[in-house]
């Protein structure tokens, strides 16, 4: 499993030029899911990034939570993350879990971000998607459990 969450002002998402999904304040999070990964696994990368503590707090530090300023998580499937560029110019995509199971386990991940208290929207998996965010800081961390 590999996520990339970036600290957002705001975030659309767009497919076929309908909007999807908009969040104000929170995390956009980029979701790869690996050949193997568990349900488990989402339930461990949820807890973490709920609790997550990249937001300033009024000191200036970055000591609180996404649930503690009361934001909102954009949950983006993004199988690509999963690339594997080490051979020739052409990314593989191997290690990616095949879409039926990688759609259950993403859709998992995302209720149980939201069963812990943080407003989960969601992309389409799948989807050509056009993501629009503002990102503040910026602030950009990587979970990767690979």
């Known amino acids: 499993m590999k996520l990339v969450v970036q600290r957002v002002s705001g975030a659309t998402l767009k497919v076929e030029g309908q909007l999807i999904s908009e969040i104000g304040k929170g995390l956009a999070v980029y979701v790869g899911i690996a050949a193997g990964d568990t349900e488990k696994q989402m339930e461990y990368y949820a807890e ?12 200036g530090k970055m000591n609180l939570s996404v ?3 009361g934001g909102e998580i954009l949950s983006i499937s993004q199988f690509t993350l999963l690339a594997d560029v080490s051979h020739g110019n052409r990314p593989g995509f191997s290690g990616a879990e095949r879409p039926e199971r990688a759609n259950e386990l993403y859709e998992y991940f995302s209720a149980k971000v939201a069963a812990l208290g943080v407003p989960v929207k969601k992309g389409v998996f799948g989807a050509d998607m056009k993501i629009s965010q503002l990102n503040d800081g910026p602030v950009t961390i990587i979970y990767d459990s690979i």
């Open 67 to 69: 649930k503690d300023i």
């Open 48 to 59: 973490k990034l709920v609790k997550l503590r990249i937001f300033e707090d009024e000191n």
